[in-house]
């Protein structure tokens, strides 16, 4: 019997999710298949009844849900500490947080190595709580936010700075972690810091995945910066979700294949 998952989320034109999973699926015989879900913020508590009440199997849950998707399903230990959710089994009615796993893979891929590090992380929503949680117990993590308030909630949750984007200029970090969705297809071309920043050459790490060379990647190589994907983000946070869905051992090559492929096309 064929099994059904998906992604929420809104807008979701975005999404490689179900090329990506879809390709594991193929790859790996397991009989899933994996579809989008664009839902309405009115519409969102409605649709997660109707995905219980059809029998989706999981989920995977993006913006602008993955704090309110928390009320609707057990929460496993990191979902709690961090304060939101991007993959749900529906068949355990547990909700999870592989961005963590994401963050941790994609860094490693690219030769990263987040230890000892000062890490600014701009951005104060689920993705920017997934990045201070991974990374706040090896390094030394700063928030900085355009609303003041969210990041200061951030940082205080966690223990960590919050640094107002007027005093960035005057310090030096080793990585800058883009958790905004700034740079996405969609969405402001436009830089989360400024290029003075970039200037003194920390390793940049973009969440952005669509275009997989934002204009923060571009700024960062010309400026000689270490620049990690948001590609790679993107396909370790959904190897670890297909893991929880399936229980099988993710092929993550295949799924990496798969999402440069189509963003290729799209380009």
Same mark, same amino acid.
């Given at each position: 019997?064929?099994?059904?998952?998906?992604?929420?989320?809104?807008? &979701?034109?975005?999404?490689?999710?179900?090329? !990506?999973?879809?390709?594991?699926?193929?790859?790996?015989?397991?009989q899933?298949?994996?579809v989008?879900?664009?839902?309405?913020?009115?519409?969102?508590?409605?649709?997660?009844?109707?995905?219980?009440?059809?029998?989706?199997?999981?989920?995977?849950?993006?913006i602008?849900?993955?704090? #309110? =998707?928390?009320?609707?399903?057990?929460?496993?230990?990191?979902?709690?500490? /961090?304060?939101?959710?991007?993959?749900?089994?529906?068949?355990?009615k547990?909700?999870?947080n592989?961005?963590?796993?994401g963050? /941790?893979g994609?860094?490693?891929?690219?030769?990263?190595?987040?230890?000892? !590090?000062?890490?600014?992380?701009?951005g104060?929503?689920?993705?920017?709580?997934?990045?201070?949680?991974? +990374?706040?117990?090896?390094?030394?993590?700063?928030?900085?936010? #355009?609303?003041?308030?969210?990041?200061?909630e951030?940082?205080?949750?966690?223990?960590?700075?919050?640094?107002?984007?007027?005093? +960035?200029?005057?310090?030096?970090?080793?990585?800058?972690?883009?958790?905004?969705?700034?740079?996405?297809?969609?969405?402001?071309?436009?830089?989360?810091?400024?290029?003075?920043?970039?200037?003194?050459?920390?390793?940049?790490?973009? !969440?952005?995945?669509?275009?997989?060379?934002?204009?923060? =990647?571009?700024?960062? &190589?010309?400026?000689?910066c270490?620049?990690?994907?948001?590609?790679?983000? +993107?396909?370790?946070?959904?190897?670890?979700?297909?893991? =929880?869905?399936?229980?099988?051992?993710?092929?993550?090559?295949? !799924?990496?294949?798969?999402?440069?492929?189509? +963003?290729?096309?799209?380009?």
């Open positions: 019997m064929m099994e059904v998952f998906g992604v929420i989320g809104y807008p &979701l034109g975005h999404s490689m999710s179900p090329v !990506m999973h879809n390709a594991a699926f193929r790859e790996t015989g397991y899933g298949i994996y989008p879900f664009e839902v309405r913020p009115e519409n969102f508590e409605s649709a997660i009844e109707g995905i219980k009440a059809l029998g989706i199997r999981g989920i995977n849950i993006t602008p849900y993955k704090e #309110r =998707i928390l009320e609707f399903f057990r929460q496993r230990r990191e979902v709690r500490e /961090i304060g939101a959710a991007n993959t749900v089994d529906l068949k355990r547990t909700c999870h592989t961005d963590v796993d963050v /941790i994609a860094l490693q891929s690219s030769g990263v190595d987040a230890k000892d !590090m000062e890490v600014l992380v701009v104060a929503g689920g993705a920017a709580k997934a990045c201070v949680y991974a +990374l706040k117990d090896d390094n030394e993590v700063y928030i900085t936010n #355009r609303t003041a308030k969210k990041g200061v951030l940082a205080e949750r966690f223990d960590v700075e919050f640094i107002e984007r007027e005093r +960035l200029e005057t310090l030096k970090f080793d990585l800058i972690i883009n958790a905004t969705p700034l740079g996405m297809k969609g969405f402001p071309e436009k830089l989360p810091v400024s290029e003075k920043i970039l200037g003194k050459k920390p390793a940049v790490f973009d !969440m952005v995945y669509n275009p997989p060379e934002t204009l923060l =990647i571009r700024k960062a &190589l010309s400026y000689g270490k620049a990690v994907s948001g590609v790679d983000m +993107l396909v370790y946070q959904g190897a670890k979700a297909f893991e =929880i869905f399936t229980g099988k051992k993710a092929p993550v090559e295949v !799924m990496k294949k798969a999402v440069v492929s189509e +963003l290729k096309k799209i380009a």
